[in-house]
């Protein structure tokens, strides 16, 4: 069994904006057809407080380490870019350090999608970046990375025991 949770901030004041990139690829990925032992789940906590929801997901279902997906935004990647790396988290996430001292651990798979399109001359603070909605331009880049992000899943789901 496999086990992909998009982390985000619930409510529709939230729905568009650049923290939420792990709720967007999780509703992309229900479009697919995957196999009935991959389940998709977003957590229905604010992204600071993921830890509790991963970990009762991950108990309830006794998934492996190997088998845990978790699928977020990252300041560390530039927009139109993302990693899938197995242990390997951005250096600063307030979501991921929930999630890693809730398990334990952060050996599961970081599906890292990249948002960060901040000017160089006049960057704002992470914190409040990541709050603010997408423009129309970052939302097409997205979506590009979106699809190519859920068409490798697909394939490692299948390719990883």
Not at 8 to 32: I, Q, S
Not at 54 to 64: C, E, F
Request: with cysteine; hydrophobic share 35%; proline share 3%.
């Amino acid at each position: 069994m496999k086990l992909i949770i998009g982390l985000g901030n619930p409510g529709e004041e939230y729905k568009n904006t650049r923290h939420n990139a792990g709720f967007l690829v999780v509703d992309r990925l229900r479009e697919l057809k995957l196999s009935r032992s991959v389940l998709i789940r977003k957590s229905d906590v604010f992204m600071n407080e993921s830890g509790d929801f991963v970990r009762s997901l991950y108990t309830k279902y006794n998934i492996p380490n190997i088998g845990l997906y978790v699928v977020h935004d990252d300041l560390d990647i530039k927009l139109g870019e993302y990693k899938i790396q197995f242990g390997r988290g951005p250096k600063d996430h307030n979501g991921l350090k929930s999630v890693d001292e809730a398990l334990g651990t952060d050996q599961y798979w970081h599906v890292r999608i990249g948002i960060d399109n901040r000017p160089q001359d006049a960057r704002p603070m992470g914190e409040e970046y990541v709050l603010q909605n997408f423009t129309d331009e970052e939302r097409a880049v997205l979506d590009k990375v979106i699809k190519e992000v859920c068409k490798k899943l697909a394939t490692l789901l299948v390719n990883t025991n």
